[in-house]
């Protein structure tokens, strides 16, 4: 038996469904806040004024949201193939090699103008050739890519970690990090930006990546439903017999999928890299690979989606980090929890209130229709 | 005169702009089958989903046995004594007959008590109703006739006076559906009251008592079945005179268009599925694949359309060889005039999440009449999309609307159109009706005959016999992966029935 239109109006799928399970994670988020005697009235002004109350605060609040507009791009790209890429993580932090090569060996010798779409390319190249082993696993003995992609992360993290003490350390320093790039490896900041609007950010590191994300999230758009090869994608994600019968290479198209996930996941490296470090550090991603399916999920992978869903986890992470440093109680690890939380209710259990919504609406239209007669009686007399 | 088992009074249910069920009032006598016959669309299961509790009415009111009743969920349902058997089993296909029947009322938190009285008590219903089943087999391994046998017992099981049957023959054989209304009799001798829903108007004549007719979510009519014929209720049902025999003028065989030799194929787990099948079809001829669902003809077309690859065999089209071992391409016999309209055309012919326009290209989205350089070009596509639409009446007629809310026999047009309008050499379809309401039937069935008129060759499988010995100019018939048997079109139903269940077959090897 069919369920008939069964669905949502668009408005309240992508809009009144999301900001419901926002509201409830930061109501129980709030419970969290009460429990250790904070008042949570106090900590969500913290956070929204730390967040966008500042210059600063906007700088590093779409400093983050960098980040994660790359991984959650790269989640989605492999989520409208049916492929679950859980390796952004991987990807980015190898993708770090790719920046690294260019700004430790250009950095001093050419302009950033130069140097960056060089480092685009490198970072790129090395994430997609790092998601390119889960896909050809996949692909052709079909080991299971999220099973795969996992295992990569660790492989990633223990290269870096042995590429970094071992062979990129800065010689005469014990911290395993390479040595600051050049000029010419150092992103220009998008202060200039924001004094339009009229904010003054000193400190903040947001830059120039920022509008490369945000390229890559047209791109990724016009990609998925404006290419052939998109279409080629989408139908394999809906339905691998239908790619099957239409004559869509399947190993090609997850080969390609995943490859394109990975640059983006590898690209995310540019950010904190050239962008804000100028030198590549241990553990530079710091989990914005995984944030990056959270912002994917809550995005419903739609480019659009993804940038303001990265823009949220942006302000839970800079805001979080100005409750932490204000209210003595709430150490870092709450603003985990809190984080934890948003992912869990806009993510997770993103279709929980789906069923009740659809009730709710229904009877509202069928009152609403009901009534409409009678005004339409009135109005006739 | 006794209260009705179900009366309904004036249900009224919208989804949206969609008027589901209009103004519905309908009376089920205790003790009598009583059919409900409508398009697809018709609103046929949203009305008996009303009646299980899955939706509530907007307006009206449910009786059963005269009281006024709040069905607000299918428990409530079943403790009024409604029972539904699904289009689709609701059975958990790993576990045995008797696990699927307690489930949900298994009685206690520990198991063994209970299956000792659902054992006993399931006994005691299949004597009652001689509903023969082994209780401790498991549901995978029963044919699809039995599993069927298992949901009755279920609901019976839940102390079901009134059973719902949703279009419960849609996988059954001709001989299973037999079976099943001799259960169905059973029952209302019993004193049962059965709702049977379905579109096919033999089953309604075979079987039911009364019967209503359903058409855009209306009761247009209410008959005693032994007072009506099949053309008052097809005209009823589509709302205007229905042609339901095919007419056809003699076949022009020409040349050999599609030549299969020596085909063998096995599954994924090794089984063979079709076994040495040889075979031609000529240009300006239908040549029609009987045989029960199962048996291989999937297998078979999918390997001639290149989605599958055989062990060993070879096919030539037009003259020239398909890799069939190998990899071949569906595209590539796309660009050599070869076009598929796939059986599962909710999961090959079409996706289901794409929107109407999207569809129209699947499988010709290489040519670059839809595409500007890697981009596609989707006023192209759509202006396409919309002229097809249009030739072939598929409605709605929005190229933007979401494929799967579309009905299936429009569905089913969306994957014709895109197939023959690319004027293939070889058509290969397979069960073309499938799901489709009457009048699209009609519709479907004249565009392949014009195909085979134009000097196309039409290779069609179908499980519904008529269909194939309507439609066909030669018929062959498959068992077991083997083609059995070569028969003209004239040949009888009984004589197809034989070769289908493998009859001629066994006395052939004695």
Not at chain 2, 288 to 294: D, F, K, P, R, T
Request: hydrophobic fraction near 50%.
């Amino acid at each position: 038996m069919s369920q008939p239109f069964a669905k949502l109006p668009a408005w309240a799928d992508y809009g009144l469904l999301p900001l419901i399970n926002l509201i409830v994670a930061f109501f129980v988020a709030g419970l969290v806040v009460m429990l250790v005697g904070e008042s949570p009235i106090d900590a969500a002004v913290l956070m929204v004024k730390g967040a966008f109350g500042s210059g600063d605060g906007v700088g590093y609040t779409l400093y983050y949201a960098t980040n994660f507009i790359f991984t959650g791009l790269c989640v989605a790209v492999a989520f409208h193939c049916g492929l679950f890429n859980i390796g952004g993580e991987g990807q980015a932090y190898i993708g770090g090699l790719g920046v690294a090569v260019v700004g430790l060996g250009l950095g001093n010798v050419l302009p950033w103008w130069i140097t960056f779409p060089l480092a685009i390319i490198a970072s790129g190249l090395v994430g997609a050739l790092w998601a390119l082993i889960p896909a050809w696993l996949q692909a052709k003995r079909g080991s299971h890519v999220v099973i795969t992609t996992i295992m990569f992360n660790f492989i990633a993290a223990s290269i870096m970690v042995y590429l970094l003490v071992g062979y990129l350390k800065a010689s005469g320093t014990q911290a395993p990090e390479t040595r600051v790039f050049g000029d010419g490896g150092q992103l220009p900041g998008l202060g200039w930006l924001l004094s339009l609007i009229g904010l003054n950010m000193r400190s903040a590191p947001l830059n120039i990546s920022f509008l490369l994300a945000l390229v890559a999230a047209f791109l990724v758009w016009v990609l998925i439903w404006r290419t052939k090869l998109g279409y080629e994608i989408r139908t394999m994600g809906y339905s691998p017999k239908a790619a099957r019968y239409a004559g869509i290479g399947e190993v090609r198209i997850i080969v390609i999928t995943m490859m394109i996930s990975g640059a983006l996941a590898g690209m995310m490296a540019l950010n904190p890299i050239m962008g804000a470090q100028h030198r590549v550090q241990l553990d530079f991603v710091a989990g914005a690979g995984f944030v990056g399916i959270a912002v994917a999920l809550m995005g419903r992978s739609h480019p659009a989606g993804i940038v303001l869903a990265a823009i949220l986890f942006g302000m839970l992470y800079q805001g979080g980090a100005e409750i932490a440093f204000d209210m003595p109680n709430i150490s870092r690890d709450m603003i985990v929890i809190i984080q934890g939380l948003v992912i869990l209710f806009a993510g997770a259990l993103e279709h929980m209130f789906r069923p009740t919504l659809l009730r709710v609406l229904q009877r509202f239209a069928r009152t609403k229709r009901q009534s409409t007669p009678a005004v339409a009686a009135e109005g006739g007399q | 005169m006794a209260e009705p088992a179900i009366e309904l009074v004036g249900i009224d249910k919208r989804f949206g702009a969609v008027h589901a069920n209009r103004d519905i009032h309908l009376r089920v006598e205790k003790g009598t089958i009583h059919g409900i016959i409508g398009e697809n669309g018709a609103g046929k299961s949203t009305l008996m989903s009303i009646l299980y509790g899955f939706y509530q009415a907007d307006n009206g009111e449910i009786r059963i046995n005269g009281a006024p009743v709040r069905i607000s969920d299918p428990n409530a349902a079943i403790g009024l004594g409604i029972g539904m058997v699904h289009q689709h089993f609701m059975l958990v296909e790993n576990f045995t007959v008797l696990e699927n029947v307690m489930l949900g009322v298994e009685g206690a938190p520990l198991l063994k008590r209970g299956i000792a009285k659902a054992r006993a008590e399931l006994k005691r219903l299949e004597q009652e109703y001689q509903l023969d089943v082994d209780p401790d087999a498991l549901i995978e391994e029963l044919p699809v006739g039995l599993q069927q046998r298992v949901e009755i017992l279920k609901a019976l099981y839940r102390g079901a006076d009134i059973l719902v049957l949703d279009e419960p023959t849609g996988v059954l054989t001709p001989a299973e559906a037999d079976h099943l209304f001799r259960i169905l009799e059973q029952l209302k001798a019993q004193g049962k009251t059965i709702v049977l829903i379905t579109h096919k108007l033999r089953e309604i004549m075979a079987v039911t008592d009364n019967v209503s007719v359903m058409r855009q979510g209306s009761v247009v009519a209410t008959r005693k079945t032994a007072e009506t014929t099949v053309e008052e209720l097809a005209e009823l049902m589509v709302g205007r005179r229905v042609l339901l025999r095919v007419q056809k003028g003699e076949a022009k065989p020409g040349e050999v268009k599609l030549s299969v030799e020596n085909l063998t194929v096995r599954d994924s787990r090794g089984v063979v599925m079709v076994d040495n099948a040889s075979f031609t079809v000529r240009a300006g001829e239908i040549v029609g694949i009987a045989g029960v669902a199962g048996n291989g003809q999937s297998q078979l077309i999918e390997t001639v359309a290149g989605i599958r690859t055989a062990v060993s065999g070879r096919v030539l089209l037009d003259g020239q060889v398909i890799d069939i071992t190998g990899a071949a391409d569906p595209g590539e016999l796309r660009d050599r005039g070869l076009a598929h309209v796939p059986e599962d055309r909710h999961h090959m012919g079409l996706v289901l999440a794409f929107e109407e326009y999207e569809n129209s290209i699947l499988g010709y989205h290489d040519d670059p009449l839809y595409l500007n350089g890697p981009f596609l070009d989707i006023d192209a596509i759509k202006a396409d999309a919309r002229k097809k639409i249009e030739k072939y009446d598929i409605r709605p007629s929005d190229p933007r609307l979401k494929t799967a809310n579309f009905s299936g026999g429009n569905q089913q047009k969306i994957v014709l159109a895109r197939e023959i309008e690319r004027d293939p050499g070889v058509l290969i379809i397979g069960q073309p009706t499938r799901g489709v309401d009457v009048g699209a039937i009609e519709f479907i069935h004249k565009r392949i005959i014009e195909m085979r008129d134009a000097g196309k060759a039409v290779l069609l499988v179908s499980v519904e016999l008529d269909e194939i010995r309507s439609l066909s100019d030669r018929i062959l018939v498959m068992f077991a992966g083997r083609i059995v048997g070569e028969r003209d079109a004239d040949a009888s139903e009984g004589e197809l029935g034989l070769l289908m269940a493998g009859v001629e077959n066994q006395e052939a090897a004695e």
